[in-house]
Nanobody, 115 residues
Framework: VQLVESGGGLVQPGGSLRLSCAAS????????MRWYRQAPGKERELVAG????????NYADSVKGRFTISRDNAKNTVYLQMNSLKPEDTAVYYC?????????WGQGTQVTVSS
């Protein structure tokens, strides 16, 4: 099982980034997917989630209206489009695959929002 995040980097406040998480080794289309983030000295927090078929999404209040989660089951990939980025969005972003009691984590990708 592998979840490989990419797309992180350094961006100025107000900028955009698109994170990707490529999955392999399991039936991706059967799993709900989530994005979490963890800032230095803080607990890991849920940012966004999407159902297995992509018909249902949910977001943390702090990112609603700025972030969009989506998935392409044909490509075994989940995305997080992040717009209007703020310094407080700086964190390591992780994707997470969830099905009942099974869960898999990616290794994370760093997002830094700074001028």
């Amino acid at each position: 099982v592998q979840l490989v995040e990419s797309g992180g980097g350094l961006v100025q406040p107000g900028g955009s980034l698109r994170l990707s998480c490529a999955a392999s080794g399991f039936t991706f289309s059967s799993f709900a997917m989530r994005w979490y983030r963890q800032a230095p000295g803080k607990e890991r927090e849920l940012v966004a989630g999407i159902s297995s078929a992509g018909g249902s999404t949910n977001y943390a209040d702090s990112v609603k209206g700025r972030f969009t989660i989506s998935r392409d089951n044909a490509k075994n990939t989940v995305y997080l489009q992040m717009n209007s980025l703020k310094p407080e969005d700086t964190a390591v972003y992780y994707c997470y695959a969830l099905r009942v009691v099974m869960g898999y984590w990616g290794q994370g990708t760093q997002v830094t929002v700074s001028s």
